[in-house]
């Protein structure tokens, strides 16, 4: 069925293949800068740097980096925020053949020395705050330089003097070290100009890392071409011009962040508008007075977005259209954000995509000016999606439930050190062709868009039947009581698992033994009766990952070790 390629009927402007160029990322920026040397590459707070002036800066950095020592193959961990020196350091690496080990600013010393040694890299970037955590971290890790930067390094001067006032006071003063190097003065001093490194488009360029929510973090090693392939497929797919901006939310060492915030912007000549720090009323301001084309993001945030009183004054006519991915958009959030949009004068639809890491991120979307209930969309050029049965590699017919499996130019060269879980992933079909296996549950019907279900892992077995917790937490979403909520499935010796809600009201008042049997009675209404919640219990605020997608996982754990405290658990 996928050969057929159903979904191409609705690409329209949207070409079925593209030719994309076999260069670094590096090379591709190169040709952005050719194309628009005077465009705005990126605004950091009201600082913004030209494309010309943006490769500078990139050979400024790599020429820096060279003299420091940094070698073709090389890793270097890059623990930032979305900030200019992040994507510097990042295009500069390129430049040199090294790769980049994109790790979260706020990961604990542990964390930091797990990262450095998976990527045994020598060479780390992060901002000052962060020196204690990589200087413990030193001491069991092959960590040799620390470049640190400072916030205030590309802020407009108005802006610094604040931030002295007010954040500066508040970060520990870096000792002497020789390990450390300043990135100020590492953008000023001059150096030999670094030659360019031979680096083919299929070698490994960046290493991004799985959630690690069953367990360690995996490193997904990903290529030039993984990059510039999904890169130029976001950039006809929003028919990205120099004349749009992407408001770059979500955190660069995620793929969804670097890949279409920051890369995919580039790939199309765009500005992109770099957040350093998320919150609701930060991206309001943003919105309200740098108007970007695009936001994408997840599902929490644009639930923030349209509780908070400023985007309710702001003009949102810029907007051309808003993405939501990285979890299960619930019908009320979309509905709540798209009414909004329209009373302050735009006309949008916001549209799921799906993707994940070891595809850079987004590989299939919904169709700008298309939607269908509860689909993710379609294949994006060049990628190929199919449903199989699962632990097989058999097609299903249209409708039938399988794991999603996708394959094309954004699928990842492999894990990290890691023969086996690769080959767990990446296997050859009978067509010859590499499918990446999801793990994740869906459906496609007879149009070719697709619909996802749940994570595989996530799927609940009750009284051995299948309970699909996003279908729960959609009924949840439709009571008009409820703000937030959680499904998980909780050990149980009968039945293997039972199904219980965790729920954020609207209301706290509400918060009643009798709210709790409506909301069990809701969805009874809508839902046979093994996949209705068999408990609820009301919270203040629901636990989130890294990239604010509610963390089922931290619930899970809490409900066992529960259990053991009461003795019930059999593991």
Known sequence: MYELKPWLKFYQHVPHTIDYPRVTMYEALLQTAREKPDGIAYDFLGYTSTYNQFVSEIDQCADALAALGLQKDERITISMPTTPQGIICFYAANKLGAVSSMIHPLSTAKEIEFYINVAKSRFALTIDAFYAKFKEAQKTTPLETLILARIPDYLPFVKRIGFHLTKSRLIPKVPKDPMVRWWADLMKDGYTPAPQAPMDTDDLAVILYSGGTTGVPKGIMLSNMNFISEGKQVSEWGNLSGADSILAILPIFHGFGLGVCINACFM????????????????????????????????????????????????????????????????PVKERFEQLVKKQGGNIQLLEGYGLTEAVTAIMAMPIGYYREGSIGVPFPDMLAKIVRIETTDEVPPSEEGEICVSGPAVMMGYLDQPEETADTLKRHTDGRIWLHTGDIGTMDEDGFFYFKLRQKRMIKSSGMNVYPAQVEDILYRHPKVQDACVVGVPDEAQVQVVKAFVVLKDPTDERPEMKQELIDHCREHLIKWSCPRSIEFRKDLPKTLVGKVAFNVLEKEEIARLKAEGKYVG
């Not at 930060?282 to 007075?289: F, Y």
């Not at 599902?299 to 509780?307: E, I, N, Q």
């Not at 908070?308 to 958009?329: E, I, V």
Request: aromatic share 6%; hydrophobic share 40%.
């Open 268 to 331: 199309g000549g765009g500005k992109s508008i770099l957040v350093p720090i998320f919150t609701p009323e930060t991206v309001a301001d943003l919105i309200r007075s740098r108007k970007p084309s695009f936001v994408v993001g997840v599902p929490t945030l644009y639930d923030a977005l349209s509780r908070n009183p400023k985007m309710h004054k702001a003009d949102l006519s810029c907007l051309r259209a808003t993405f939501s991915g990285a979890d299960a958009l619930p019908r």
